[in-house]
């Protein structure tokens, strides 16, 4: 495996939001949320996600992942699901956390266990837990945490 961070660019929009797509809809059938699902294109936080200072990752030249972030804020990271598991997230994570000031929050469902062991393993904790209706159009409950790295 050879691993490549580079700075977003707008030439690699198509791949990202592949990548985007396949985990976030991973993300969300794991929270029994897959009806809430739209495209990375289509979703109303695409202009909040392209202001993000963002990062992607290639394996073997193969976009696999990114992070974006705001200030104090680990925005978004997600991995493809068929490049889990081979640290690509630990590698972005590890990037942005050389720019970030502190303290750097995020959030995550709070059933995501996998992801949440991941942000603890960089000294993340969980500061909050808010459960809410996603949406009018979806009121669905769903809960998540706010962790912070001091």
Known sequence: MRLEIKSY???????????????RK??????DLEEVFLPL????????????????A??????AGFVGFQPRELSFIYVDPIYQSKGIATEL????????????RLEV????ERAKALYR?????RVNTLTEKWSDEFPIAFSQDTMELR
């Open 109 to 112: 469902f709070t059933d995501n």
């Open 121 to 125: 393993k960089f000294g993340f904790e």
């Open 9 to 23: 660019e707008q030439k690699y929009f198509n791949e990202l939001c592949l990548v985007m797509d396949r985990a």
């Open 41 to 56: 294109r289509d979703a109303p936080y695409l202009g909040y996600f392209l202001s993000c200072k963002i990062y992607v």
């Open 93 to 104: 994570i590890k990037k942005a956390l050389t720019e970030l000031e502190r303290p750097v």
């Open 58 to 63: 290639f394996e073997d030249g193969v976009l």
């Open 26 to 31: 991973q993300e969300l059938q794991s929270e």
